[in-house]
């Protein structure tokens, strides 16, 4: 076990939110196999230096930039993806995919393009950049591997994945970023005109830190990190539970177009199933949590996600079952602590729900609007399949596409 | 009940600005608009324990420097998530030089 024996255990949702805002708390990023591929990255930074950082990541997740990315790359991404689907039926005609793969591939690509490098948006460097990611997460996820010389291996992968990425994404991406920055310099574009990219922020050196080149590739890789999984496995969990609900209940059919109740399955679909498993941090001093538990000076406290998203006080009746028009007090968010919380909270908790109320601009949520659109339902005889790994997340869900037809003549991007 | 506090002057305040003060305990995020207009909102933001003061005005939107939840100063209204809960407005008033705001009971 990763954690000491003396580690206390949180049970509740009040006790677990005041382990991710109080500053009695840190996280312990000091693992030092991990630091070629993580120094200098957003999530290492505390305090003010934390605030001045993401103060700067903000405006990638602003509205203006969630509109642009959704026009210009996920939609049209979306679209050509499903008509180059509609070209290849299998031989009895039906339209089949694999969900976790389909997703992953858009979401990598989307990834890729948030981060300014554009590579990412042809199928080889979306491959490419997906090969990457995989073996940058296992990278940081080295810390649970016991084996030495499994580890080793996994951190020289890393490693290799960290210098291709700098090679053949960041570098071109920054080159064109700056040729662009030059554009608008010379006067023949304008500064409204620049894509909302990570790169661009970094060319345009809007933060000091990222003038260094280990900090700049190392905040590239972390949103890469942060950009795929998150929404490849909300869009496949969602769907799962959506169809059930709808097989329970046929006429909230109905509800689909309406993109509130989509943010609603989304929250919902969040609250059951996190993105991460458990959440530890290291006490500065000896404090009590509101349930009455305690933790020492210098010792680690932890949770689960799902623990504290499924506490009866908090959720109710029926609390592990999905229910999106559940009753939430007010001063609790619907996804629980799903997106973490204090100063360190996902940056993608406005990329996955977009703007208040409307959730225009929720990426994942124009990728399932435009699978139900095509007719997405589950392959009847064949079941998703988990990982054989503590995520728990899907590894394979088949399914079917029943109306690629309105899709077929559509150009590709 | 009316409990005016003045917390700041007049000419301390710039146009276009957000100023940290406080009313008898209470952190108030003064706003003064790009057009001289003044609100008062408290200086925490709903959403996490940080100050609004630090953050940027545009128009009559105050945006959080830490998430990037943005609010309604006139209202309190949220705009922008992560925030999903209003943050507590104040009246404020301008006596001479004075800026008061009216905390009312507290």
Not at chain 1, 84 to 89: A, G, L, N, Q, Y
Not at chain 1, 384 to 389: A, F, I, V, Y
Request: some cysteine.
């Amino acid at each position: 076990m990763y954690l000491p024996d003396d580690a206390v255990r949180l049970e509740t949702y009040g006790d677990m939110v005041e382990l991710l805002r109080s500053p009695t708390f840190y996280l312990d990023t000091g693992y030092e196999a991990t630091q070629p591929f993580t120094k200098g990255a957003l999530f290492q930074l505390d305090g003010k230096e934390h605030v001045a950082r993401r103060r700067v990541l903000n405006k990638l997740a602003q509205p203006a930039a969630l509109g642009w990315h959704r026009d210009e790359v996920l939609v049209p991404l979306v679209r050509s993806t499903l008509a180059e689907m509609s070209k290849h039926p299998d031989d009895d005609g039906v339209y089949r995919a694999d969900l976790p793969q389909l997703v992953r591939t858009l979401f990598t690509s989307f990834a890729g393009a948030l981060i300014g490098a554009e590579r990412a948006l042809t199928p080889e460097g979306s491959r490419q950049l997906f090969h990457i990611f995989e073996r940058n997460e296992a990278g940081f996820r080295v810390k649970f591997v016991y084996d030495e010389a499994e580890r080793r291996r996994i951190i020289d992968e890393a490693l290799a994945a960290r210098a291709e990425f700098e090679r053949d994404f960041f570098e071109p991406g920054l080159q064109q970023a700056r040729e662009r920055l030059a554009q608008v310099e010379a006067g023949e574009l304008a500064e409204s005109d620049l894509p909302p990219t990570l790169i661009g922020l970094i060319a345009s050196v809007a933060h000091p830190d990222y003038a260094d080149r280990t900090t700049a590739v190392n905040e590239c890789l972390m949103l890469l990190l942060g950009a795929v999984d998150t929404s490849s496995n909300l869009i496949v969990q969602e769907l799962d539970l959506l169809w059930d609900w709808l097989e329970l209940y046929p006429d909230e059919r109905s509800r689909l177009p309406d993109r509130r109740f989509l943010l609603k399955v989304s929250q919902e679909t969040l609250r059951l199933h996190s993105a991460f498993e458990t959440m530890t941090r290291w006490a500065k001093e000896d404090f009590t949590f509101p349930s009455g538990k305690t933790v020492k000076a210098g010792r680690p406290a932890y949770g689960t996600y799902i623990g504290a998203n499924s506490d009866p006080a908090v959720w109710g009746e029926g609390l592990l079952s999905f229910n999106p028009d559940r009753e939430i007090p007010q001063a609790v968010p619907h996804y629980g602590t799903s997106f973490g919380g204090g100063i360190r909270q996902c940056l993608g908790l406005r990329i996955v729900l977009g703007e208040k109320d409307t959730a225009e601009g929720a990426s994942h949520l124009d990728v399932l609007r435009l699978f139900l659109e095509a007719g997405i339902r589950p392959d009847p005889e064949r079941p998703m399949e988990l990982r054989p790994d503590e995520t728990g997340h899907p590894q394979s869900y088949p399914v079917v596409f029943t109306n690629l037809a309105p899709f077929a003549s559509l150009v590709e991007v | 009940m009316s409990n005016q506090v003045a917390v700041a002057r007049v000419p301390e305040v710039p146009p276009g600005s957000l100023t940290a003060c406080e009313a008898a305990g209470q952190p108030i995020c003064l706003v003064r608009t790009d057009d001289g207009e003044f609100f008062a909102i408290e200086d925490r933001c709903s959403h996490e324990a940080i100050e609004l003061s630090g953050g940027d005005l545009d128009g009559r939107t105050v945006e959080c420097p830490l998430h990037g939840s943005r609010f309604d100063v006139a209202t309190g209204e949220v705009l922008d998530l992560p925030a999903w809960l209003p943050v507590k407005t104040f009246p404020v008033a301008v006596a001479g030089d004075d800026v008061l705001v009216d905390i009312g009971d507290g």
